[in-house]
């Protein structure tokens, strides 16, 4: 367990908090009431700063209950230096306007360890089983 440091901006923003024992991830809430016309993206402020650890990331993520009604949430990283307000970009590929209320859970919210990467230039990869075969190479 970590412990993550979190400041509200403003009197109406509603910490994440996990709704169940065993959840892996935190919910999220809306602080301004949002329309979300068929088509379009919005950013919906939570008005939550967090204070990720070193070497950590929070993560943002959708709702599987959003996504069946044709409302994504766009996965986002919060860095450990971001201290501002996190927010959620949304989506709307309904057939209609979605309205997001000032209080609404819009997403989720979970914090992982981050692993530095090296990029190597080689000459050659090693070969696989699959090699290129790309988008749709195992088939429906």
Request: hydrophobic letters at 40%; aromatic letters at 6%.
């Amino acid at each position: 367990m970590i412990i993550v440091g979190f400041k509200k901006l403003s009197d109406t923003a509603i910490p994440f908090e996990y709704s169940r024992d065993g959840d892996a991830c935190m919910d999220m809430y809306a602080d301004k009431e949002v329309i979300i016309p068929v088509g379009c993206a919005a950013i919906i402020p939570t008005n939550i700063a967090v204070e990720i650890p070193s070497g950590y990331e929070g993560i943002v993520r959708g709702r599987s209950g959003l996504a069946a009604q044709g409302i994504m949430v766009h996965v986002g990283t919060i860095d450990e230096t971001y201290r501002g307000s996190v927010g959620v970009i949304v989506s709307n590929h309904s057939s209609d306007a979605f309205k997001i209320s000032k209080g609404n859970r819009i997403a989720q919210f979970t914090v992982k360890p981050v692993l530095k990467v090296i990029l190597k230039e080689v000459e050659e990869l090693s070969s696989t089983k699959r090699g290129t075969r790309g988008y749709g190479s195992s088939g429906i």
